[in-house]
T-cell receptor
Framework: DTAVSQTPKYLVTQMGNDKSIKCEQN?????MYWYKQDSKKFLKIMFS???????INETVPNRFSPKSPDKAHLNLHINSLELGDSAVYFC?????????????FGPGTRLTVL | AQSVTQLDSQVPVFEEAPVELRCNYS??????LFWYVQYPNQGLQLLLK??????LVESINGFEAEFNKSQTSFHLRKPSVHISDTAEYFC????????????FGSGTRLLVRP
């Protein structure tokens, strides 16, 4: 059973399009995260939700909108895609919203914007 | 603000040789330290972490890391590597006493050759 799953695994799209990435965790965790990994492999946090409430919102363009319909899901919607949005996006979860709790990562979604 | 530097983007070693993956951090406050590993086509997994107590921490698969406050380092070592250790290794830091955020380095690819 996959603990943290993401769909799709690969996403290729044109500039200006709107796309969504879905994330689900079956670990019963309260906290979920979205990270972006750029071409230099730096992994940077974008958002975090705890019990469906936003607790971290880094300086991310407002074209990115996370949505958490319930504790087990955190989706990422991106409007008006730009070339610079091309990256690997990782979803993660932890029991509590503290860094000392182990974070469990999904396999990533590779987004390519043409 | 914290930052993490992993100077080696790739470390090739032969099987059964020892290896050290370097990690240095910068922070104006005390920190927690982590190593995460990403096997091919998988999400990141926690390998080990330093929260408090002994500065030498170990993982279940033979890796160890030592927190050196004076050198602001948290290097990862293994005395004898296996082919299966081939993966990307990420060092991360977070602020004490509690923080929501992990700050990751750019990763080091460990390539174990037969």
């Amino acid at each position: 059973d996959t603990a943290v799953s993401q769909t799709p695994k690969y996403l290729v799209t044109q500039m200006g399009n709107d796309k969504s990435i879905k994330c689900e965790q079956n670990l019963g965790h309260d906290t979920m995260y979205w990270y972006k990994q750029d071409s230099k492999k730096f992994l940077k946090i974008m958002f975090s939700y705890n019990n469906k409430e936003l607790i971290i919102n880094e300086t991310v363009p407002n074209r990115f909108s996370p949505k958490s319909p319930d504790k087990a899901h955190l989706n990422l919607h991106i409007n008006s895609l730009e070339l610079g949005d091309s990256a690997v996006y990782f979803c993660a979860s932890s029991q509590a919203p503290v860094s000392t709790d182990t974070q469990y990562f999904g396999p990533g979604t590779r987004l390519t914007v043409l | 603000a914290q930052s993490v530097t992993q100077l080696d983007s790739q470390v090739p070693v032969f099987e059964e040789a020892p290896v050290e993956l370097r990690c240095n951090y910068s922070s104006s406050v005390s920190v927690y330290l982590f190593w995460y590993v990403q096997y091919p086509n998988q999400g990141l997994q926690l390998l080990l972490k330093y929260l408090s107590g002994s500065t030498l921490v170990e993982s279940i698969n033979g890796f160890e890391a030592e927190f050196n406050k004076s050198q602001t380092s948290f290097h990862l070592r293994k005395p004898s590597v296996h082919i299966s250790d081939t993966a990307e290794y990420f060092c991360a830091v977070s602020e004490r006493p509690s923080s929501y955020k992990l700050i990751f380095g750019s990763g080091t690819r460990l390539l174990v050759r037969p």
